[in-house]
């Protein structure tokens, strides 16, 4: 499981930073995206893990603490989820606008010249 | 036992948020009630960080539990928990001073660029309040969002290709920082099980070699992020197109966020990396230190290529950085003092000149290249600028502009009398150990290329002012005189009177800054107070 979750981060995190490092606006911003989603990953991955194990209480006590997993990163990781969305929506709307501006989707607002 | 006054430490967050909010569904032909309100509202925050500053600087207070604010009454590490301390306090101040002058200066004409803009600044506020009180690295990055999220949409304040072109950059850059801070975080996290600062600086030096190792890689990819925010070399390329291309009074205070990653790197540095460290301890000084001198020379040599005095002020911001980053690199104790008075002297001053420059450039040829920006934001035909003068305009413009932009010379370049000069003097009498309070530390080379790179940034931020004001105002006859209202050149005029109050007041001021950098200096201290306060309602 661990080897799994460890490739998907890494496949993600090179994919994310290829993707940001192309031309093209909208590359970036799916860059963005697969990057976030990895980093998302990440932090789950750093609460340690474990399959059928709840994160909070069951109701009848507390019982025994090693039967629960860390529930701070999967708190975590949901403020992380909704700032990174909300800023991707906030990035789209500037990629539209500069696609208004300059007629291409360059980043540099302009295509480059091959002469 | 605390009393009702701790209640004050979540104001700095809670007014300028609920304020913001407030603002939005009021319709945005309202301009003029907005900025009243917004006003209105970091006014209360500047009085109110003057009321934290003395709290803070009252050792009896703090010793009574006063200064730890524990969110629905947790204790720390398990609740989150906002702490004032000396400088924190100092960086609120700082924050709702420029805040309170640009929001002045906005009033008389930027605000009417762009929809929401004093809720966007009202946000940012909050954002930069919080990440200055806040006592956990989660919520600080939580904060940072607020801040720069606002700062997105403040940038873009005005629109336009440039600033458009400039805010994608800014954005895409700050969102690829943002996973960092977040992995960082999480490895934090992943090694010692816990997010509050202060739990962290006791429990690092218990920990295993392996995890302490992951600390310290957590610890770098958090300051990455903090350096892009600083804007340390090669991590700044993106920051002189964005402050130029922002509108002035969003530029005058952006000139903070650049001190919000250097604040966090002090912080962090100092309470995390200090003397109780162990093996750890001074983690990271000698990549600031190169950073720092690298910026401080990328800056000096943007200061003198720089044809725009945006850009001018922008390569400034840059020098500041570099200063105050290889002054924390360097990790003489006796330099801290000095460095904070020199953070608050050198914002203070980048932003009155930011506010500065459009004043000046307004009345300059308008098929300069230099107005790009400037032109686009006022429109072609189809707006006419004449009709958005509000209240009168002063006499002698050009006089009292030429003398702000003289007082700003001295203070960018660090000539006596002025706050610039007492700042640098204050950083290298640490440095040299003037100040008698300890023996003189033996200077090493590094010690003696920031000396040098200090100085000869001075002489270049001199040399480009003088140039671009004999350019402006002695050989500009032809051109017509800039109209410019009394509350537009107010807010320049506060803030650097501001800075000859630093000048005059340095004495005491100074003993502040010794008193902060002292506290500093005790993360033991600082770690005793936050998980030690008691819970309200006592036990």
């Known amino acids: 499981m661990e080897l799994i979750l460890s490739v998907a981060i890494g496949v993600l995190t090179a994919s994310g930073v290829y993707l940001l490092l192309r031309p093209r606006t909208y590359q970036v911003i799916i860059g963005l995206s697969l990057l976030s989603y990895a980093v998302n990953l990440f932090i789950f991955g750093m609460g340690r893990l474990r399959v059928n194990a709840p994160p909070v209480l069951e109701p009848g006590g507390v019982g025994d603490l090693s039967r629960y997993t860390d529930p701070v990163p999967q708190a975590l990781v949901l403020t992380a989820i909704v700032i990174g969305f909300a800023m991707t929506a906030l990035f789209l709307v500037v990629l539209l606008a500069s696609r208004g501006f300059t007629g291409t989707d360059h980043v540099d607002g302009r295509e480059q010249r091959h002469d | 036992m605390t009393d009702w006054t701790n209640h004050l430490l979540i104001l700095p967050i809670l007014l300028p948020l609920m304020v913001g909010a407030a603002m939005i569904p009021l319709d945005e ?36 539990g006063n200064g730890v604010y524990q969110l629905g009454n947790w204790p720390a590490p398990f609740g989150i928990v906002l702490v004032l301390d000396r400088l924190s306090a100092l960086m609120l101040c700082l924050t709702s001073g420029l805040a309170l002058a640009a929001q002045a200066y906005s009033i008389a004409r930027w605000h009417t660029a762009g929809h929401h803009f004093h809720s966007l600044f009202q946000l940012l506020i909050a954002g930069l309040n919080g990440s200055f009180l806040t006592g956990d690295l989660f919520n600080l990055f939580v904060f940072f969002e607020i801040m720069l999220a606002a700062s997105y949409g403040l940038l873009l304040h005005g629109s336009g290709p440039l600033r458009v072109k400039a805010g994608l950059h800014y954005v895409a850059i700050n969102l690829a920082a943002s996973s960092l801070f977040l992995i960082g975080v999480s490895l934090i996290y992943g090694a010692t099980g816990t997010l509050n600062m202060a739990d962290l600086s006791v429990k690092l030096a218990t920990l295993s070699a392996g995890d302490r190792q992951m600390v310290e890689v957590g610890a770098g990819v958090l300051g990455v992020a903090f350096l892009v925010k600083a804007g340390m070399w090669p991590l700044s390329f993106w920051l002189p197109t964005a402050y130029a291309a922002a509108t002035p009074p969003v530029a005058a205070v952006f000139a903070i966020l650049t001190k919000v990653g250097i604040y966090v790197i002090l912080r962090l540095s100092l309470l995390v990396f200090g003397a109780n460290a162990g093996v750890s301890a001074g983690f990271g000084q000698t990549v600031l ?25 922008a390569y400034s911001v840059l020098v500041s950085s570099g200063t105050l980053l290889a002054a924390i690199g360097l990790g003489h104790a006796s330099m801290i003092a000095g460095a904070l008075f020199y953070l608050v002297s050198s914002t203070l001053t980048i932003s009155a000149f930011f506010l500065l420059i459009e004043l000046v450039e307004r009345g300059r040829d308008a098929g300069a290249d230099v107005l790009a920006v400037t032109m686009e934001a006022y429109g072609d035909a189809d707006e006419d600028e004449e009709e958005e003068e509000v209240g009168a305009t002063i006499p002698g413009t050009m006089a009292i502009l030429g003398l702000c932009f003289c007082l700003c010379a001295l203070l960018l370049a660090g000539l006596p009398p002025l706050s610039g000069f007492v700042a640098k003097f204050a950083i290298l009498g640490g440095l040299f150990g003037l100040s008698g309070a300890e023996a003189a530390p033996a200077i ?15 002489l270049a931020a001199m040399i480009a002012m003088n140039r671009v004001g004999i350019r402006t105002f002695w050989a500009s006859i032809e051109n017509t005189v800039p109209r410019v209202v009394v509350i537009e050149i107010t807010p320049v005029v506060v803030l650097l009177a501001a800075c000859i109050f630093l000048s005059l007041q340095a004495g005491p001021i100074m003993h502040y800054m010794q008193a902060t950098a002292d506290s500093l200096m005790n993360p033991a201290g600082y770690a005793e107070r936050v998980l030690g306060a008691p819970r309200a309602g006592g036990q």
């Open chain 2, 444 to 458: 090493s080379p590094a010690d003696w290329t920031y000396v040098t790179l200090l100085i000869v940034s001075g």
């Open chain 2, 289 to 313: 230190l190169a950073g720092g001198l690298l910026t401080i020379a990328f800056g000096a040599i943007g200061v003198l290529a720089s044809q725009a005095m945006g850009r001018l002020a």
């Open chain 2, 29 to 64: 032909r309202n301009r003029m009630l907005k900025g009243v309100m917004g006003f209105v509202s970091t006014l209360a925050l500047f009085v109110l960080s003057l009321v934290l500053m003395r709290m803070a600087s009252s050792s009896e207070a703090m010793a009574a």
